[in-house]
């Protein structure tokens, strides 16, 4: 189901504001990591917003590598996120890492992520795969193309076919950045599958001054959109702050996007 015979033509996924995924725009889900604060997640959602983004996201469940770091707002996180997500029309992604979170999760959000940790927790990709709302599939730390396809048919399987994939780099023996942003699988997922592939330059490199460069890169070699960590102050957030953009910076970005793709 996720080969791109099943589809050629390529699949678009609409959102009920009629924003789509997949078509001839390249639409930007940016915000923090985590939710933090309402203050901090409505000043990102109006700084993303302005710049031209079309989703926020950021994390109420947390997976963070240490028991002991920020864990996420959970459910008072997703109301903020809601909440804001009403206020400025912007639609709303944040990870869902187990499967009792679904259908807490279901009436805060527009789109579930589901996280590289879980690319191939199978149970939790099964349940996502019953579910009608749009999930975006982030490619494992170590996972192949394929697996990544495959994580994908088990999602679609279930019947839910509103998918997007994405590459946020994988772990080599590269040391100087954070992950390896693998640009080439944005040509390779193209040619293979169907489904929309994002690019994400905020984990695929961990350092905020690589993200830009990283960011064209990926909607030059075809990327339908991109995930991108914005901060309204990143030196103060609870998580992944040295990747995450300032939002001057973010703008500025979206402005030179708009070059490599009109319709940013
Ligand atoms: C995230 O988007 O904040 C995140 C945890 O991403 P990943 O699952 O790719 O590490
Ligand atoms: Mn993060």
């Known amino acids: ?3 791109r015979s099943f589809r050629p033509e390529g699949t678009v996924v609409t959102f009920p504001n009629g924003v789509k995924v997949g078509g001839d725009e390249v639409v930007v889900m940016a915000g923090p990591c985590s939710v933090e604060s309402r203050e901090q997640i409505f000043t990102a959602a109006s700084q993303v917003k302005a710049a031209g983004a079309k989703f926020l996201r950021g994390g109420a469940f947390k997976p963070r590598s240490s028991p002991y770091s920020f864990q996420g707002m959970g459910l008072d ?3 903020l996120l809601r909440e804001v997500g009403d206020t400025t029309g912007l639609l709303i992604i944040s990870e869902v890492m187990e499967i009792s979170q679904i259908e807490v999760m279901l009436p805060y959000v527009d789109c579930f992520q589901l996280g590289a940790r879980n690319m191939q ?4 990709l099964r349940e996502v795969g019953l579910v009608r709302k749009p999930v975006l599939l982030k490619r494992g730390i170590a996972a192949t193309i394929e697996e990544l396809l495959l994580s994908a048919e088990y999602v679609l399987s279930g019947g839910n076919y ?13 040391t100087y950045t954070r992950n390896t942003m693998d640009i080439s699988a944005i040509p ?3 040619h293979l599958s169907h489904l929309p592939i994002l690019g994400d330059p905020s984990h695929g490199t961990g350092r905020r001054d690589m ?3 990283m960011a064209r890169a990926s909607v030059a070699a075809g990327a339908d959109g991109l995930l991108i960590e914005v901060h309204p102050n990143p030196d103060k957030a609870v998580s992944d702050g040295a990747q995450s953009l ?16 009109p319709a940013v």
């Open 1 to 3: 189901l996720a080969g």
């Open 121 to 124: 927790n199978f149970n939790l």
């Open 211 to 213: 993200v830009p460069a």
């Open 188 to 190: 390779v997922i193209k």
């Open 162 to 174: 509103d998918v997007m994939l994405c590459e946020r780099g994988i772990r080599t023996y590269e």
């Open 77 to 79: 996180g997703l109301k």
């Open 246 to 261: 300032f939002p001057q910076q973010f703008s500025k970005l979206m402005d030179e996007l708009r070059i490599i793709a």
